[in-house]
């Protein structure tokens, strides 16, 4: 059965004009808002997502698009008149990063809330002081509680393919929640490769138009947003917005099977990379799961089953898939590239919460990588699985790649 649905997405895909082009994982984002065309994008640039918000606007500017862009004077106001426009029945889509994304945290929640489907390219930066501009996931981290879907890219290809799947999993009738496109800060937002795009016909095919719900303008229903609301009935509504966020798994499921008819890629919330029959698996996100698929290759080739996930969705958090996946390992190691300060950080949480109900334990160690654009090598990661193999665990986290040396 899995082989005859392969078969017919890969016909199906090869049926679908599509085109290659070397370009960032940035412009490919951009060129996926070109071709979803939204009613709305209000944008305020930083670096490194300023490419997409003066790519966009190069396109309105050309008449490639009907969007109307709103050029604000700040992140807060960007993601203030996004909110607005969505609750008001359009399509919106935005960018930002770093201490931008942290002026806009005061509305993150108030989005999610009023089940506004924004798509936000959000391209990983650290959070000063001292002023660093390079990547880490300090800036969407601190988002995880805020209601908002979290998907972190691999490379440009699934940054351009994960901003057309996001908009109809943002627009779905039984979601209708907020999605951040993460993709990791100048190693996968300016590296250019190729990436293979579909057409603009194919394109507006798969999103189709927006319909939208208890939209702010539709007189004929008024609606109220920004309420007041006491005890009686503040509790129920955040559990109706929870809701929306139970349904995501499902609907992702559906849409990413449906985009796949398209470009015969396929996208699962956790990408298993010869973690099957595994006795030592990684776990990590984004760009730098390449590094570490590349020495698990080379692991197997010397006879040690080794194997890395990689989070895709960090939320909602995949906790039952986490968890069949890593059962029975001899050991696991979680490589985070934020950190909790003063607490466990924030995937080896989520791992470890997933695993905390199997009968057998499975040890976990907790790493720090990478923190402010702090370079990840093949050596890191063969050191990881090294003292998987000799069982040498702490309660604590350890750190790799520091300069005085791993602690």
Request: overall charge negative.
């Amino acid at each position: 059965m899995a082989k005859t649905l392969e078969m017919l997405v890969n016909t199906l895909a090869r049926n679908v004009e599509k085109h290659k082009e070397m370009t960032s994982g940035n412009l490919a984002f951009a060129e996926a808002m070109r071709q979803i065309n939204p009613d709305v994008v209000a944008a305020y640039p930083i670096t490194p997502s300023t490419e997409i918000p003066m790519r966009f606007a190069e396109f309105v500017a050309d008449g490639q698009v009907d969007t109307e862009y709103v050029a604000v004077e700040s992140e807060h106001s960007a993601i203030t008149a996004c909110v607005g426009a969505s609750v008001s029945g359009g399509r919106v889509m935005t960018a930002s990063s770093a201490n931008g994304v942290g002026l806009m945290h005061e509305v993150f929640p108030i989005a999610a809330a009023f089940r506004a489907p924004i798509v936000f390219g959000l391209v990983n930066r650290s959070l000063g002081a001292p002023v660093n501009i390079h990547c880490d996931h300090s800036d969407s981290m601190p988002e995880r509680d805020s209601g908002w879907v979290q998907i972190y890219c691999e490379d440009a290809q699934e940054v351009y393919d994960t901003a057309l799947l996001s908009v109809r999993l943002a627009e779905h009738k039984d979601v209708l929640t907020p999605v951040f496109v993460c993709q990791d800060g100048f190693i996968t937002s300016h590296c250019y490769e190729a990436v293979e795009m579909l057409s603009d016909e194919a394109v507006k095919e798969f999103v189709g138009e927006r319909t939208p719900h208890y939209p702010l303008l539709d007189v004929d229903n008024p609606v109220s947003y920004g309420s007041f609301v006491m005890s009686e009935h503040y509790f129920e509504i955040k559990r109706n917005q929870m809701e929306g966020m139970f349904n995501v798994p499902r609907v992702y499921d559906e849409v990413s099977k449906e985009l796949a008819a398209y470009t015969g890629r396929e996208y699962p919330m956790l990408d298993c990379y010869r973690t099957e029959d595994a006795e030592y698996v990684v776990v990590i996100m984004s760009s730098a799961a390449g590094v570490v698929k590349d020495v698990v290759d080379d692991l197997r080739n010397r006879g040690i089953k080794a194997g890395c996930l990689r989070v895709r969705m960090f939320r909602p958090f995949p906790r039952e898939a986490v968890k069949d996946a890593l059962a029975g390992k001899k050991g696991v190691a979680v490589l985070d590239r934020s950190a909790s300060i003063g607490g466990t950080a924030p995937i080896a949480s989520e791992v470890k919460s997933a695993l905390y109900d199997l009968s057998e334990k499975v040890p976990v160690q907790e790493y720090i990588f990478g923190l402010g654009g702090r370079d990840f090598f093949p050596k890191d990661a063969e050191m990881v699985f090294e003292m998987l193999e000799e069982n040498d665990y702490t309660s604590d986290a350890r750190f790799i790649g520091l300069l005085e040396g791993d602690k």
